[in-house]
């Protein structure tokens, strides 16, 4: 545990065991005396160092924020870039829930997730019963711009049988994430990042986008979903389609759908950072008032 002489919030690293006995790392952003539990979920090809700002953020308003490398991901166990089933980061954020649940009893549990972790988010959310109040997604991967046309994805499930660890070029642009320059260059610099992907992780994403995609029906927990205008990794009507598929009652009249007009990828990471950071907060606010 760390904590800056200028800065009060408490910083924390460690690992715990994901699906199948994996050690994942994680790391955690603490209030000294939290009213909240906010878990942090990131993207293909990052980790959860990334997130640093928006962690502090949240925990100097009373959160306790807790985020993991994905395996395959940053500093967690696993070969890069690859799972044998998708479904393995659903078994990975459940763990996570419980382990930080029982660290944090009885505080209300918000989580957010960027991009494939918003994908992997919402397939938890919509198929299976997490114990969850709220959840959050920022450009969600339910359409990314490379979709796969039919036949090409069948090939690359053929393909997939034998070559399921074939390492690819991902094709991300990193001026596609934000307008902040540096944000551009840390990325491009950082040895963490991993911008190829194998064969089985992107069949399993595709396949995945495609069956969540409508699968808003099946939501029962209050969502906020927020998307930039300019994101041209993964494409707002994705976030738009899903939206609106939501089913009419309590979850849906607190649902919320955020479409921030110029801003790329990254809504996290872009000048306007602090506005979207604050809509969260807004929104479980108004959420604890109303009793959602």
């Known amino acids: 545990m760390s904590l800056r002489p200028d800065d009060p919030v408490r910083r924390s690293e460690s690992r715990f065991e994901g699906a199948g006995s994996t050690l994942l790392f994680r790391r955690a952003w603490l209030a000294a005396d939290p009213r909240r539990l906010l878990i942090l979920v990131h993207g293909f090809g990052e980790h959860s160092g990334r997130y640093d700002e928006l962690g502090a953020w949240f925990a100097r308003r ?21 799972v044998e089933r998708f479904d393995v980061f659903l078994d990975d954020l459940e763990a996570f829930i419980q382990r930080t649940s029982e660290e944090h009893p009885g505080l209300d549990r918000t989580v957010i997730g960027h991009s494939m972790g918003g994908l992997v988010l919402l397939a938890l959310a919509c198929e299976r019963d997490p114990a969850l109040g709220r959840v959050v997604t920022s450009g969600a ?9 039919a036949w090409t994805l069948t090939l690359a499930r053929i ?11 991902s094709g991300i642009d990193p001026e596609g994430l934000s307008r902040d320059p540096g944000v551009v260059t840390r990325y491009v610099e950082d040895p963490l990042v991993d911008t190829h992907i194998t064969l089985s992780l992107a069949v399993g994403m595709m396949e995945t986008a495609q069956r969540i995609l409508h699968a808003g029906g099946e939501l029962t927990l209050p969502l906020l979903m927020l ?12 976030s738009r ?32 950072r602090e506005k979207v950071f604050s809509d969260i907060l807004g929104w479980i606010d108004a959420g604890d008032q109303g009793g959602a």
């Open 141 to 149: 991967a339910l359409c990314p711009s490379s979709q796969l046309s």
């Open 227 to 238: 998307h930039g205008e300019a994101d041209a990794l993964c494409l707002p009507q994705g």
């Open 62 to 82: 009373g959160h306790a924020v807790h985020a993991y490398d994905q395996r395959g991901h940053g500093r967690s166990a696993g070969p890069r870039a690859y």
């Open 159 to 169: 393909l997939m049988r034998v070559l399921p660890r074939l390492r690819l070029d």
């Open 241 to 272: 389609s899903f939206f609106s598929d939501l089913p009419p009652g309590a979850a849906r009249d607190a649902s919320e759908l955020h479409i921030y007009p110029e801003l790329r990828h990254e809504i996290f990471n872009e000048p306007e």
